[in-house]
């Protein structure tokens, strides 16, 4: 015991007093003799060490699972909270779309049908993706009507409109409405007029009137009606449109197709769109090229081939006013046909239908082939066959008959 620690005697200690500097133990038992000073020292460094000792890998594992599980639970809490918020939107209508912002997109044409009445307008134009909403576009027309009634025919509009503006084009000034005409290509004269009196209400009678005035819209002197100058396409006339506005809008557009390819001279566009026509009859778009080179080659002057001849299915029932792949020898054989390329050299007297822009083009830019002849082997599948000689061509002739005695009724 150290002697900087003196110990007084116990008989000379009053009662209840201690040494303040001599330890106790904490149940009141005798004093704990203090340790030596160095020994102390030493004890409460090593207690200062193991206070501060960091904790072993496995208690910080053991710490980063439970902080990991910790989050994983509250990332499926969230997730199930939301779902069951969606859920509750989606029962209860509050994440239906009512109305889009407008002004739309994109163009279509709406038709109102005869008779129909304002929920079979506002359900047309929902399931066409007009109007996002039905119920709505049906308030917004009542708003609007002031007791007038939509009126039956094609309508411009857009996709995704405010139900506001939808309705304001359908009771709004007559200029809205349009009658639509979808004109396909390789249609003749007759067809393209009974597609527009039945679009436009016109009588099929004004606009075959209007055919024997070619030179009326600007075409040459040689065209003997307005076959070929009516621009095949999607049209969107006016509800007011006359028949002659009608004609001269088609006419136009063949006149730019043709100065868009360089043709300006009018006898040589007339020329084009001849060569066009039988192109887009006699051909699918994948050879209108090839056809067009073919022709090209057979209209040479120093053609021996078949001297001038184009000898054209096509251009011959034209004349005969039909439609047929079936040809008989003696209609072959008839030159007073003005149209028969067996019987008579070099083009028809005029274009023999409506030819598209692509066809256009390829008798502006014919391919350059040794070919004279072509023939159509598969009527379903479009797939022509090229030959420069009538032996060739004999051949897929042949090829062609026994197609068309495999399928019965495809060929007449």
């Given at each position: ?265 009018p006898a040589e566009q007339y020329r084009i769109l001849t060569i ?99 023939v159509t082997v598969d009527l379903d599948s479009g797939e022509t ?28």
């Amino acid at each position: 015991m150290s002697s900087r620690y003196p110990q007084s005697p116990a008989s000379q200690e009053p009662e209840g007093w201690h040494d303040p500097d001599a330890p106790y133990a904490r149940d009141g038992a005798e004093p704990v003799h203090p340790e030596p000073v160095e020994q102390f020292f030493a004890s409460q460094d090593v207690s200062r060490r193991s206070r501060v000792r960091r904790p072993s890998k496995a208690r910080q594992r053991r710490r980063q699972r439970r902080t990991v599980i910790l989050l994983v639970v509250l990332l499926v809490f969230a997730g199930v909270v939301f779902g069951v918020a969606m859920m509750l939107r989606d029962l209860l209508g509050l994440n239906d779309l009512k109305d889009y912002p407008g002004p739309g997109t994109g163009e279509v044409v709406f038709t109102v049908a005869e008779g129909a009445g304002p929920l079979a307008i506002a359900d047309a134009l929902e399931s066409e993706d007009i109007v996002a909403d039905s119920g709505e576009f049906i308030s917004a027309l009542e708003g609007v009507l002031d007791g007038r009634e939509v009126q039956p025919g094609e309508y411009e509009m857009r996709y995704q409109m405010a139900s506001d503006d939808a309705a304001a084009i359908l009771v709004g000034e007559e200029s809205a409405k349009v009658s639509y005409a979808a004109v396909a290509r390789d249609l003749r004269q007759g067809e393209v007029f009974t597609i527009l009196a039945e679009s436009t209400g016109i009588p099929v009678a004004e606009f075959q009137a209007l055919a024997k005035e070619p030179a009326r819209f600007g075409l040459p002197e040689q065209a003997r009606s307005l076959e070929g100058y009516l621009h095949p396409g999607e049209y969107r006339f006016s509800v007011d449109a006359t028949a002659p506005e009608i004609v001269q809008e088609m006419v136009d557009n063949t006149f730019a197709q043709l100065e868009e390819d360089g043709i300006q001279d009018p006898a040589e566009q007339y020329r084009i769109l001849t060569i066009a026509s039988i192109v887009q009859a006699e051909a699918g778009e994948a050879d209108y090229a090839s056809v067009a080179g073919s022709i090209m080659n057979r209209l040479k002057p120093d053609n021996t081939e078949t001297s001038g001849l184009i000898q054209s299915d096509a251009t011959v029932t034209y004349g005969l006013d039909r439609k047929s792949y079936d040809i008989t020898p003696e209609e072959k054989a008839d030159t007073s046909n003005p149209y028969n390329t067996y019987a008579n050299p070099g083009l028809p007297v005029g274009p023999i239908g409506s030819p598209s822009e692509e066809a256009i083009d390829a008798a502006v830019s014919p391919a350059d082939v040794p070919f004279y002849y072509w023939v159509t082997v598969d009527l379903d599948s479009g797939e022509t066959k090229f030959s420069e000689t009538l032996a060739e061509h004999a051949r897929y002739v042949a090829e062609y008959q026994a197609w068309c005695a495999d399928n019965p009724g495809r060929c007449e």
